[in-house]
Nanobody
């Protein structure tokens, strides 16, 4: 059974950092494109970042470029999202998702509909 579990969310002050983890079971993450999405109250789910399968690249939404970094640890079958210089507008529930196809560029994080598997989400709150 394919499963994704996010962790690492919490309350942080503006300018602070958090590292989210997305641990997989039931499949090998290296063979999947993994995306991070977020959803704030009253807003649609939006793509934040993604990492293509295999030796694929990493991609970011303009709103987080230069502040967030996605990475994958194949030995731990885990994908991370390092979030620095956090802002109040980053407050949301963050989800990781997996898709068997190779995706790159905007196709990788532009739409949640391309992803078949989702975690339960982890809350990130940025507030003074």
């Amino acid at each position: 059974q394919l499963q994704l579990v996010e962790s690492g969310g919490g309350l942080v002050q503006p300018g602070g950092s958090l590292r989210l983890s997305c641990a997989a079971s039931g499949f090998t993450m290296d063979y999947y494109t993994i995306g991070w999405f977020r959803q704030a109250p009253g807003k649609e789910r939006e793509g934040v970042s993604c990492i293509s399968s295999g030796a694929g690249g990493t991609f970011y939404a303009d709103s987080v470029k230069g502040r967030f970094t996605i990475s994958r640890d194949n030995a731990k079958n885990t994908v991370y999202l390092q979030m620095n210089s956090l802002r109040p507008e980053d407050t949301a529930v963050y989800y990781c998702a997996a898709e068997r196809r190779f995706l790159a560029g905007y196709a990788c994080f532009g739409s949640a509909r391309v992803y078949d598997y989702w975690g339960q989400g982890t809350q990130v709150t940025v507030s003074a």
